[in-house]
């Protein structure tokens, strides 16, 4: 069998164009546009991509995006203030402070300290609070667990009754994901199983997956016979396994590997994410999709 490809780049410029076709309308009958703040503190090279990724799919979706970049050694208490600032401020309708911060800060101060209803990462207790009790209570689902979801629903992969085994308990990918999968809604009512390091027989579990979910960070750490024939594999993982030349730019970049062993795991499932193109890019389209929703939620239309 050679299993169908679940190609987040495509279903990533579909939502796009939903997003932005939404935007428009909302612009038009509200006078109004969503409103993104990515606040990032220092320079690190790795959260400067994030962000200037982040801030140009917003800016192409027509998004208001106001960047703040602060200083490395920004006190508590400013920070706290800044978030305070953008909490009161009308035109915001999502915060992002981009992480790693750096040590002197109290990350979960800040992170807690942004309302939760402009928290479009969806990592403020309250968020997770009402990921956990599902339905209406849901306002921001976290950007890779949404974006798994979203590629399982479009896929066209039956999840009603389906065993979902979730590899990974990380606050933010396998425990959201997992709770998803359960809730009694469309896209979901899974019968669902989390597994991690402590488990006893991963394969025996892995093997009862018609939707296996690996979020675990190593790669290969499923093996081809884990399987079941025909299951939706979405490999969540991505591994730095080496450094080669671009074809494209002529400069080195990473090698990436999934968490599955792509080549053999293909034969054998139904369906399959790529790692790099699968779920990777999701997670900004998830947080374009949640900073438009907060918008509605406000406007009343949502
Ligand atoms: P994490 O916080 O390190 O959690 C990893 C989880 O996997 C833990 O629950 C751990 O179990 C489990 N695990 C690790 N090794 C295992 C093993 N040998 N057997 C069984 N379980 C094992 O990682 P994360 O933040 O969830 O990220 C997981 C992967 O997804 C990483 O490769 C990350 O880069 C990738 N990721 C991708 C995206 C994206 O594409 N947008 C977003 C987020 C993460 P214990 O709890 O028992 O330690």
């Given at each position: 069998?050679?299993?169908?490809?679940?190609?987040?780049?495509?279903?990533?410029?579909?939502?796009?164009?939903?997003?932005?076709?939404?935007?428009?309308?909302?612009?038009?009958?509200?006078?109004?546009?969503?409103?993104?703040?990515?606040?990032?503190?220092?320079?690190?090279?790795?959260?400067?991509?994030?962000?200037?990724?982040?801030?140009?799919?917003?800016?192409?979706?027509?998004?208001?995006?106001?960047?703040?970049?602060?200083?490395?050694?920004?006190?508590?208490?400013?920070?706290?203030?800044?978030?305070?600032?953008?909490?009161?401020?009308?035109?915001?309708?999502?915060?992002?402070?981009?992480?790693?911060?750096?040590?002197?800060?109290?990350?979960?101060?800040?992170?807690?300290?942004?309302?939760?209803?402009?928290?479009?990462?969806?990592?403020?207790?309250?968020?997770?609070?009402?990921?956990?009790?599902?339905?209406?209570?849901?306002?921001?689902?976290?950007?890779?667990?949404?974006?798994?979801?979203?590629?399982?629903?479009?896929?066209?992969?039956?999840?009603?009754?389906?065993?979902?085994?979730?590899?990974?308990?990380?606050?933010?990918?396998?425990?959201?994901?997992?709770?998803?999968?359960?809730?009694?809604?469309?896209?979901?009512?899974?019968?669902?199983?989390?597994?991690?390091?402590?488990?006893?027989?991963?394969?025996?579990?892995?093997?009862?997956?018609?939707?296996?979910?690996?979020?675990?960070?190593?790669?290969?750490?499923?093996?081809?016979?884990?399987?079941?024939?025909?299951?939706?594999?979405?490999?969540?993982?991505?591994?730095?396994?080496?450094?080669?030349?671009?074809?494209?730019?002529?400069?080195?970049?990473?090698?990436?590997?999934?968490?599955?062993?792509?080549?053999?795991?293909?034969?054998?499932?139904?369906?399959?994410?790529?790692?790099?193109?699968?779920?990777?890019?999701?997670?900004?389209t998830m947080l374009m999709k949640n900073t438009l929703k907060s918008l509605k939620f406000k406007l009343g239309i949502a």
């Amino acid at each position: 069998m050679t299993a169908k490809l679940i190609k987040g780049t495509e279903i990533r410029d579909q939502i796009l164009v939903e997003i932005e076709a939404d935007v428009k309308k909302i612009k038009d009958e509200h006078g109004v546009v969503p409103g993104l703040v990515t606040i990032l503190v220092g320079e690190s090279p790795a959260s400067i991509s994030y962000v200037t990724a982040k801030i140009k799919t917003a800016k192409g979706l027509g998004f208001n995006e106001i960047q703040d970049n602060q200083p490395d050694d920004i006190s508590n208490e400013d920070l706290l203030a800044l978030v305070d600032k953008y909490n009161k401020d009308d035109s915001i309708n999502g915060i992002l402070v981009q992480l790693p911060l750096p040590k002197h800060i109290d990350e979960k101060k800040i992170l807690n300290a942004i309302d939760p209803d402009k928290d479009v990462d969806g990592f403020h207790p309250v968020n997770v609070g009402r990921l956990m009790i599902g339905g209406a209570e849901v306002k921001f689902p976290p950007c890779t667990p949404a974006g798994i979801q979203e590629m399982i629903i479009r896929a066209g992969v039956e999840t009603s009754g389906a065993e979902v085994v979730v590899v990974g308990r990380s606050n933010i990918v396998g425990k959201p994901i997992a709770n998803m999968m359960l809730q009694k809604a469309d896209g979901a009512n899974s019968t669902v199983t989390v597994i991690h390091t402590r488990t006893k027989d991963m394969a025996a579990h892995c093997k009862r997956a018609d939707i296996l979910i690996v979020a675990a960070g190593v790669p290969g750490l499923v093996k081809p016979e884990w399987i079941k024939p025909g299951a939706c594999v979405i490999d969540v993982g991505v591994n730095r396994v080496g450094e080669k030349i671009s074809e494209k730019t002529g400069k080195k970049i990473a090698i990436l590997k999934g968490d599955v062993d792509f080549d053999e795991a293909k034969e054998i499932a139904g369906f399959i994410t790529p790692v790099p193109g699968g779920v990777g890019p999701m997670t900004i389209t998830m947080l374009m999709k949640n900073t438009l929703k907060s918008l509605k939620f406000k406007l009343g239309i949502a």
